[in-house]
């Protein structure tokens, strides 16, 4: 990953060689004039020349680095193609051929294409997946092995499902989310507007219950309402009824879980889900305890969005020699102190604060001397994101994490000082990536430093090294 992500040599030249010749093949197929519709209204002279593509690309190109290689070759395909599309004359001749060129230049291996750009834990090469999402639908009916083949029909071999934006069909989301059959990831922190109704019916379901407002007249459907001596066989015939459309729960297999706007209802079902390894809580409400939590065991990764500190001490408490990865984002009256004292397990920790008075600090850490306090202390965390608008915060906070050897200083500030106290490790000795707001990259060895600012020019992402 290293050598394809930044280094000057001659594996990455050759790389960037082939991206080059890619994007430029593509389009030429694509603005040649030469080139007209057959009589069935389509484009056929991309046939040969993508066929020769997709055979040089299976025969040279080395298997152990295809994914990667294959994710800066679309990337560039991606640079073509919007520039492209913003041609009015070219527009629906690369709609067609683009994904073509798509098709050719995946290599057999490669069973994975990740398009998403990972904010939480970057990687060298998440700089390269700023993919046109258009190119990618347009090329996914081309991609017909068995495992596109199941994703476009059924989908119900789907672990991970992440929903998100405005919803247009009102129907169940849960008809929709129980089709599938293997989740072991299930985000819906991004679904708006999810009603706390339909949470619950989810989470009854994942735990494999039925729903409390199933059994009310009001949601029985097409099942006769019972009263009386009846009430009970009229409750079993719902029961069934669920369970017909919606069968199995999910609670065993489930490893990971978001949510947003949850209750106290709701955190009492999500605490059943016994082998959770992750769980993302956004919006949860402010007099909603998450004490119940405390009981999953498994619980490795734990994040927090927009809730009050104090509430979730005594979960934090529970959890801290557990918790491996913990992300606090605009948690009021989070204490430094408390979280080096309580949660000494975690490695990977992240801090987002929009607000500076969502932290408390000490009252001199403004000082000079401020990275002399005493505490708090972080040393047992080895990766560490932080987003602070105050510079002088920013620099205090940074101070305390002397053994990161990841660092992703997201708000900068344009902090000259402070990329500077970074760059020569006057604190952080042992520092070995640093991500540097969205376009820099300093990586560490024994000869130094290497700086990379990647930067757009004609809409090609491009590497400039600052020694």
Known sequence: MESLAYGETLFNRSIEAAC??????????????????GPDGKYHHYQVPCGRLQVYVTCHMPRDVAGDVTLRIIRRVSVCYTNLIKDGRFRSACEEIAPRVIKAVIHPSVKC?????????PTLLDYYKDVSGDIMYRALPLLRDRDIETLANKCKRIRFLSLGGK???????????????????????LLRPLSGDELKEILCWLVG?????????????????CTGASSQANDEALVEEFRRKHPAGRSEQLKSFGCTDARFEHINLICKFCNLTSLFLCDVVPSCSLTPLKY?????????????????EELLTALGSQLTCLKLVDVFGTKLTFLSQNCRSVKCLHLFFSQPVFLILPDNYRGVYS????VPDFSFVRNFQVYITERLARRYILSRFVN???????????????????????????????????DTLAVFSERGPNIYKFVTVAGATLQRIVK
């Open 113 to 121: 294409l990740d398009f998403i750009r990972d904010n939480w834990h």
């Open 209 to 225: 219950i039925v729903p409390s407002q199933k059994l009310s007249a009001e949601n029985t459907g097409d099942i006769p309402t």
């Open 167 to 189: 919803r247009i069909n009102r129907s169940s989301i849960l008809n929709l989310i129980s089709r599938f059959e293997c989740l072991e990831e299930l985000n819906l922190s």
């Open 371 to 374: 990275y002399l306090l005493p």
């Open 20 to 37: 080059d010749y890619v994007s430029d093949f593509m389009k030429h197929l694509t603005t040649d004039t030469r080139y007209t519709r």
């Open 296 to 312: 999953l065991n498994q619980l490795k990764n734990f994040a927090l969005v927009r809730y009050l500190f104090s509430n979730a």
């Open 404 to 438: 990161v050897r990841k660092l992703s200083v997201v708000l900068t500030g344009d902090d000259t000082f402070l990329l500077d106290f970074l760059i020569h490790r006057t604190r952080l000795t042992r520092l070995e990536e640093l991500y540097w707001g969205c």
